[in-house]
């Protein structure tokens, strides 16, 4: 065989070594970055059903403001009717 021949057969293992490796470097890196958008979006998840409880709370304590509010009003009309 001639010299020409080695170095083309040589550079040919070599430049399939490199891209095997650079591909199985890439799927490791996509992985990663799988990964990571998976613990984003259960960030996500949790800070929206956070945020509804959120809604329910507030929504709670108006209802219990209002109660309260009825309660001291009844309680004053009482009081003005028991000074009659």
């Not at 996500?44 to 709670?60: G, S």
């Not at 509010?69 to 009717?81: G, Q, R, S, W």
């Amino acid at each position: 065989m001639s010299d020409t021949i080695i170095v083309g057969v040589l550079s040919l293992l070599g430049t399939l070594a490199g891209s095997f490796g650079g591909m199985r470097l890439m799927v490791y890196r996509i992985e990663q970055l799988e990964k990571r958008v998976d613990k984003h979006n259960n960030i996500i998840e949790r800070t929206f059903k956070l945020e509804e409880k959120d809604a329910v709370q507030d929504e709670q304590i108006k209802v219990a403001n209002h109660r309260i509010a009825d309660i001291e009003a009844a309680l004053n009309t009482a009081a003005k009717m028991g000074k009659k």
